[in-house]
C-alpha cells in the first residue's frame, strides 16, 4: 500500500472539486483530487463531431454570481469566455402548437397569449398582495397565489423543468429560488422587491454579474481543461476504485485502487467530499446512518440529453435562446435549446444545433427506453415543433441518472445533517449539488468561498 500526505483530499473532480483546487492550490495548500472516473469535468463534456461542437451535459452556464465572473479573469489566457449574442434574451413557451416569445416587456407583457386576461389584471394588484406566512411553501403556491395559475402554467412550470427537470409542485421556493423568496419576505412582493433592489447601493463588482449566458471556446470542456492544466495532472488521481475515508483522530485517511490494483492511503486534516448524496454513505462509512439518510435518499431528476444537427437548416427561424415546454402542453420534450443560436462555430455555416432535453421528475420512464425508441421520440419533438421532417445529420444520446438534485420538502433535515457531520467531523466538508444551488455559477461560488474559509482558517492558526 503507498500512503501519501495531503492537506486537502477533495474527492470528486467535477466542477465544484476543480474550481476548489485551482483555488486552494493558488492558496500554497498541498491539494489532491481523487475520481472515480477516467477523467474529469464531471457532466461536462465537449464533442467535435461531424463539423458540430456539442455538450453531453449542461449546454450552457449564466454569470450569475461574482465568482464566476471571476473565475474567468483568473483563467484568462488559459481558456476563452463566450458569452451569448443578443438572440439569447429571446426564450419561447410552447403553447397550442405554436412557440410564442416570453414577454420582455410592458407591451409584450399585454399583448401575449400565453397569460389569461385576469391574471394579466392580476398582477396589478401584486405589489399590494399579502406576504405568505408558510416558510416551506412551494414554488407552484407561491406563484398561484401572487401571480396566478396561467404565469404557473406557461412561465414557471417550463422554466422549472428547464433548470431543475423537476416539478414547481414539488420544490420548496426558499431552497429552490432563493432570490424569489427574498424578494417576498424582504419587501413584501416581486415587484416591489425589484424595485426597491434596483435602488439600493451596489457592491463594487456588481457590475461583472452580468447574468449573461455563456459557453467557453471549444466547448464548455476548454473550462476544465484550463483548471485541470492549473491544477496540474500530479495532483489528480483518476480512476480511482473503492474510495473510503475513515476518520482519525485530528485527520482523515482517503482509501482506494487504482486501476492496477495498487491500494493508496492519502493522510490529511481535511476532505472535502463533492460526489452526490446517494454515494456518501459508501464514501463515509463512520458516519452515523440516521445522520446520513437525508443525504442518500435526497431525490435527483434524471435526464436524457440528446443532441441534435442538420448541415442544412430548412425549419423554423432559428433567433432564441431555445424553446422550453410546460408540462400542460403534454409533450415529451422538457425543451429544445439552440446553441448554434448562440454560439460560433457549433454547426456549419448554414445547419443548426440543437439540444433536447426529455425525461425529469414528470417523465423519470425516458431514461429506461432504448436508443431508438428516444431517437423517435426526439426526431418527432423536432418535428412537430421545428418545423422539420427530414433525418438530423447527427442524433447522440446523453443519460444522466443523477442530473439535478430536487431541493424539496426534505432539503431542510438535509440541511441540518450536513451541518450536524460537519460540526461533529472537523475538517470534512460536504459540498456539491448537495447544497448552495445547482447551477454552475453557483458550484463555482460554492468552491471559491469553502477555498477562502479554509485558507483564513490556516492562516489564523
Known sequence: ???????????????????????LKKAGKSVLIIEQKERTGGVIQSVTENEFTYETGPTTGVIGSLEMAELFEDLQGKCTLETANSQAKKRYIWKKSKWEALPSGLVSAVTTPLFTLADKFRILGEPFRKAGGY??????????????????????????????????????????????????????????????????????????????????????????????????????????????????????????????????????????????????????????????????????????????GYKKWNGIKIDAFGGLIPSKEKRNALGILFPSALFEGRAPQDGALFSVFLGGIKKPEILTKTDAEIARIVQEEIQITMGIDTAPDLLRIHRHRYAIAQYDIATGKRLESIEWIQKNFDGLILAGNIRDGIGMSDRVKQAKLIAESISAKKTEL
Not at 476543480?18 to 483555488?23: E, F, P, R, S
Not at 424578494?183 to 447574468?211: C, D, M, Q, W
Not at 464548455?220 to 480512476?239: D, F, P, V
Request: hydrophobic letters at 40%; glycine letters at 8%.
Open 1 to 23: 500500500m503507498k500512503t501519501i500526505e495531503k492537506e486537502i483530499v477533495i474527492i470528486g473532480a467535477g466542477l465544484t472539486g476543480l474550481t476548489l483546487a485551482y483555488y
Open 135 to 308: 416558510p416551506d411553501e412551494s414554488i407552484a403556491e407561491l406563484v398561484k397565489r401572487r401571480l396566478g395559475k396561467s404565469f404557473l402554467d406557461y412561465a414557471v412550470d417550463p422554466f422549472i423543468s428547464g433548470v431543475y427537470a423537476g416539478d414547481p409542485q414539488q420544490l420548496i421556493t426558499r431552497y429552490a429560488l432563493p432570490k424569489l423568496y427574498a424578494l417576498e419576505k424582504n419587501y413584501g412582493g416581486f415587484i416591489r422587491g425589484s424595485i426597491k433592489k434596483h435602488g439600493e447601493p451596489k457592491l463594487p463588482n456588481a457590475h461583472k454579474v452580468t447574468r449573461e449566458v455563456f459557453s467557453v471556446a471549444g466547448g464548455l470542456k476548454s473550462l476544465m481543461e484550463a483548471l485541470n492544466a492549473e491544477i496540474g495532472e500530479e495532483n489528480i488521481s483518476t480512476n480511482c476504485r473503492q474510495t473510503k475515508i475513515t476518520a482519525e483522530k485530528n485527520s482523515f485517511k482517503t482509501l482506494f485502487t487504482d486501476l492496477s490494483g495498487e491500494n493508496y492511503e492519502i493522510k490529511s486534516a481535511t476532505v472535502i467530499t463533492t460526489v452526490g448524496g446517494y454515494a456518501l454513505p459508501n464514501l463515509l462509512p463512520f458516519i452515523d446512518e440516521n445522520k446520513m439518510k437525508p443525504l442518500a435518499e435526497m431525490t435527483y431528476a434524471s435526464v436524457v440529453q440528446v443532441a441534435v
